[in-house]
């Protein structure tokens, strides 16, 4: 209860009770997604500012850690599709990297570093193995969900970093969706996906310092009730998030963001990620979400 005390000249002192308005119900969705498991993760070049491979990487606790992710998403009820990784690719557990699907249409992949370049081809196979008709790979360097996400209404693009923003053009006549395109600038955040995520359809969480400032009108403009994440909130990688409309799947550091979320109404679901945060990675990085 907040107290709010409207008083005219002249007037008997009024108070009226203006009551909290209670946090919306959220309604979680069943979801389907890709996974990779890390049998042959390692950090072995550095592609972004989080990785060193000087420093040890334990694989067997990679495993583990994505075991349980893949675990959460399946005691939700979500439903998980596995592609077999590759020997000599250790990143190909992000899997978020290599496909855009909405409406049961597939962007590929196109990455813009060397060594992950032979992971677009694996899952453009795997697409086809898998029913998927319309599998178009990208001739931009495009690296999917890490730069795109699906809000149900847009597609929100990052560029700065990986993802050409001709790709963005590209996307638009491919998937034939509106997309918004959104300015990268620190290179922590090299990917659209550690610096914002979608919670529902009309409703997003980002960390605005990692936009340049035009780009943080845009949003503020078209999501002006969006959850603003503090900069711990990113530093952990908290905004590498998947919600399933209810469920918000994140790293288990990013206690603030959680907080957030709890009072707007959503379950907050924390998991352990500290190994695949070594090579800059989260939850959604290694999720692919399959829209059909
Ligand atoms: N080491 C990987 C890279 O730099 C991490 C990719 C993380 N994926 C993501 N969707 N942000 O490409």
């Avoid at 899997?95 to 992971?119: C, I, K």
């Avoid at 590209?170 to 955040?189: K, M, N, W």
Wanted: with cysteine; proline share 8%.
């Amino acid at each position: 209860m907040t107290s709010v005390s409207l008083l005219g000249p002249g007037d008997e002192p009024i108070v009226l009770g203006v009551t909290t308005p209670a946090a919306p119900v959220r309604v979680p969705t069943t979801r389907r997604y890709l996974m990779c498991p890390p049998e042959y993760f390692t950090v072995e070049y550095a592609i972004n500012p989080w990785m060193d491979p000087t420093r040890p990487i334990d694989t067997g606790l990679a495993v583990e850690q994505w075991n349980a992710l893949k675990e959460t998403y399946e005691r939700l009820g979500h439903r998980v599709e596995l592609i077999e990784p590759v020997p000599g690719l250790p990143d190909m557990v992000f899997s978020a990297n290599s496909g855009t699907v909405v409406d049961g249409r597939v962007l590929g992949s196109r990455f813009r570093a060397e060594q992950r370049g032979p992971e677009a081809d694996h899952f453009r196979r795997w697409f086809l193995a898998n029913g998927y008709k319309s599998v178009v790979m990208p001739e931009r360097t495009n690296e999917a969900e890490g730069d795109f996400t699906w809000t149900g209404k847009y597609l929100l693009a990052g560029t700065g970093f990986r993802t050409d923003p001709l790709a963005h053009s590209e996307a638009q006549e491919v998937l034939g969706v509106p997309v918004i395109s959104l300015q990268l600038v620190d290179p922590r955040y090299y990917h659209l996906d550690v610096a914002l995520f979608v919670l529902t359809d009309d409703l997003i969480a980002y960390y605005p310092e990692a936009f340049s400032p035009g780009t943080r009108e845009v949003l503020r403009r078209l999501f002006p009730d969006a959850v603003i994440a503090t900069a711990e909130d990113a530093a952990c990688l908290g905004l590498n998030a998947v919600s399933d409309g209810r469920n918000v799947i994140l790293p288990v550091e990013a206690t603030a963001l959680a907080d957030q979320l709890t009072r707007r109404g959503f379950d907050p679901v924390f998991v352990d990620i500290s190994e695949l945060r070594k090579s800059g990675g989260g939850p959604k990085c290694c999720t692919m979400e399959l829209r059909n």
